[in-house]
Nanobody, 120 residues
């Protein structure tokens, strides 16, 4: 059974940095696009960044462009989200999500989430 596990969250001061990891297992990780989402208390889940399976193309929400960077290491079945110049509004639970648009079964995976708190 496939799964995703996030790690790297924590408490950081405004202007600080964190690096989140999303480790996959039980499925062919390299064939899946990976998305990072976040959800703040009382708000809807927001897509933050995505990296494609082929080519490693990336896209970001306007609110994080220039501050966040998503990368992948298929040898380690892991995707990273480097977050810099963090702001209090970046606070939330961060989830990774795996999807393979070519998979006829439509199987997708969610991680359990990791808390990021930006506060002085």
């Amino acid at each position: 059974q496939g799964q995703l596990v996030e790690s790297g969250g924590g408490l950081v001061q405004p202007g600080g940095s964190l690096k989140l990891s999303c480790a996959g297992s039980g499925f062919t990780f390299s064939t899946y696009a990976i998305r990072w989402y976040r959800q703040a208390p009382g708000k809807e889940r927001e897509r933050v960044a995505v990296i494609t399976a082929i080519g490693g193309n990336t896209d970001y929400a306007d609110s994080v462009k220039g501050r966040f960077a998503i990368t992948r290491d298929n040898a380690r079945d892991t995707v990273y989200l480097e977050m810099n110049s963090l702001k209090p509004e970046d606070t939330g639970v961060y989830y990774c999500y795996a999807i393979n648009l070519l998979d006829p079964t439509g199987t997708t995976y969610w991680g359990q989430g990791t808390q990021v708190t930006v506060s002085s």
